[in-house]
């Protein structure tokens, strides 16, 4: 990204405009580093948006179906949990997969696994507990009937899961943008490492730290318009399966 | 749909995942300083490394007091630091085995050009240190553990100043890396202590220039280790000290020597030296 780098001017509106061209640029032109890094924001996003989901959705419906003593601290834990300060979660993951801690044995520490598992803490309980909702909503409409149907608890689950995905999908959106939009935890457990574990947000901190603000601002730029893409496409898929499967 | 859904992205992120993770080359893990990583050193000396070895250099640059404590924990084989007194406890704890100087630079003093303390252009840094104090000047410090830190406190010192004391609203303390604190200092325009790679690699200057260099006191060395493999197994012994090795040959010193920013060299090579 070197030969986009530009000689820095102090705030203002110009930087701002130059960050937009900067952004324009970078957009148009596929510059080989930069493709890198987004590829691996995405990947590192998608794959703990993923477990998250294979995590969150099951534990989500699991404790708006279930009737269990506790259940309303589970419920206010998991809410609380949404608020899960990623500086934190990033500390308490390094400390966990550092050679001196319980995991040590696994090396995981600075590659992008350890990234997908400090994101992966940080969306689980914001998918479980949206899910927790959504399904205990439809619970409440449709419980006499699969009742009747003498549905079992997995089964009623199941078909809750499925007769709400449309509003789901919206959850996964919300998992993966808090992925997507974090540094405090990767920038921790990743290092941001060239070229192994440098994704859009730790690349946009240290480009701050070498005070070359519009290359950051640009970056963002790019982040944001990527973020805005997919979520464009998850909207357009949805009217289209909506229409299609109803 | 769902189910389908997740089936893609699945597909679509363990492809990303697996393409990305294809790491040919062997690789080291080394700790270092953002000084050596934001003034552009290590993407110009470890490609020549990589090509000569075959070897891969994942960098992490921190603070050196973090730098030191992920080697401590043996997270990294290499660390790569400039802090003398605190390298020397670090092996003194058993936590790397042997210390080799590799090169120096120097610190700056930096200011707003305004030079409320009136310190532009001295060759004494215990005397502008004196005289940012006397006048209360903003100065913003790193408190963040950092090589840089530990040279400022020991200034502070040198200037018989306890700063520690002597501290009111015009000294602060962000406890950030280099960068951000040089952001903060030219929004804020004030006086900050600098390495000098980092500041001529940096941007966004605003007001701020150099008010003081030179004095033998900014002198800052730069040392490398090998995190000791008796306490930490999983540590690329050989691997790493081939890096180590490279870095204090000729080859290594002078790929050090040809980093040039504006024509102007940033590190200056003493391996071999008691620094």
New interface residues.
């Given amino acids: 990204m070197h030969e986009i780098a530009v000689p820095g001017t102090i705030g203002g509106v110009d930087t701002i405009a130059q960050s937009f061209e900067l952004a324009l640029r970078m957009l148009t032109h596929f510059d080989s580093r930069l493709t890198q890094i987004v590829g691996l924001s995405l990947a590192v996003s998608l794959s703990s948006t993923l477990c998250s989901a294979l995590i969150g959705l099951p534990l989500g419906a699991a404790v708006a179906i279930a009737r269990f003593p506790g259940r309303n601290g589970v419920i206010v834990a998991l809410n609380a949990a949404m608020g899960l300060p990623p500086v934190v979660v990033g500390l308490a993951v390094y400390l966990l997969l550092s050679r001196a801690g319980p995991l040590g044995e696994f090396g995981l520490l600075f590659t992008p696994a350890a990234m997908v598992i400090a994101q992966t803490v940080l969306i689980v309980p914001i998918i479980a507990a949206l899910t927790r909702q959504i399904i205990e909503d439809a619970w409440a409409e449709y419980r006499e009937q699969l009742q009747s149907l003498h549905a079992g608890w997995w089964q009623a689950g199941l078909t809750l899961l499925w007769d709400t995905r449309f509003s789901l999908l919206t959850v996964l959106l919300a998992g993966f943008g808090r992925a997507a939009a974090e540094v405090g935890a990767v920038i921790i457990v990743g290092g941001n490492i060239d070229g192994v574990t440098r994704v859009m947000t730790t690349a946009i901190a240290l480009e701050t730290s070498k005070g070359d603000l519009p290359l950051a601002l640009g970056l963002g730029i790019v982040l944001i318009t990527l973020v805005m893409a997919l979520n464009v496409g998850a909207y357009v898929t949805r009217g289209w399966a909506r229409a299609r499967f109803g | ?2 189910t389908r ?2 089936g893609l ?2 597909v ?3 492809m ?2 697996s ?3 294809s ?1 040919d080359n062997p690789f080291i ?1 080394v700790a270092s300083t ?1 000084s050596t990583e ?1 003034s552009g050193l290590f ?1 110009h000396l470890l490609p020549a490394f990589t090509k000569d070895t075959g070897i891969d250099v ?4 921190v603070g050196t007091g973090q730098a030191l404590d992920i080697g ?4 990294a084989d290499v660390v790569f630091v400039h802090d003398k007194a605190a390298e020397l406890k670090w092996l003194g704890e058993g936590n790397g085995v042997t210390r080799y100087p590799v090169m120096y630079n120097d610190f700056v003093l930096i200011g707003p050009k305004s030079d409320p303390a009136h310190v532009d252009d001295g060759k004494d840094i215990a005397v502008a240190f004196r005289k940012i104090a006397a006048a209360r000047a903003p100065f913003v410090s790193r408190a963040d553990k950092s090589g840089t830190y530990s040279a400022e406190l020991r200034l502070w010192k040198d200037a018989g100043i306890d700063i520690a004391k002597d501290k009111g609203p015009w000294y602060r303390e962000t406890g950030s ?4 604190a ?2 903060t200092a ?1 929004a804020m325009n004030a006086y900050i202590l600098s390495d000098r790679g980092t500041w001529l ?6 007001d701020l220039h150099i008010v003081v260099q030179g004095d033998k006191r900014l002198f800052n060395q730069y040392g490398v280790m090998l995190v000791n493999p008796a306490k ?1 197994p ?1 540590v690329k012994k050989d691997l790493g000290q081939k890096f180590i090795d490279w870095l204090v040959s000729p080859r290594g010193q002078q790929a050090i020597a040809s980093y040039k920013i504006d024509g102007e060299e940033l590190f200056f090579p003493n391996a071999g030296s008691d620094s």
């Fill in positions: 749909m769902i859904g997740l992205l699945l679509a992120s363990s990303l995942l393409s990305l993770a790491a893990v953002t934001q993407s994942r960098v992490v640059a401590r924990r043996g997270d890396g280099m960068g951000p040089l952001n030219a690699n940096f941007h966004n200057r605003g930490h999983n």
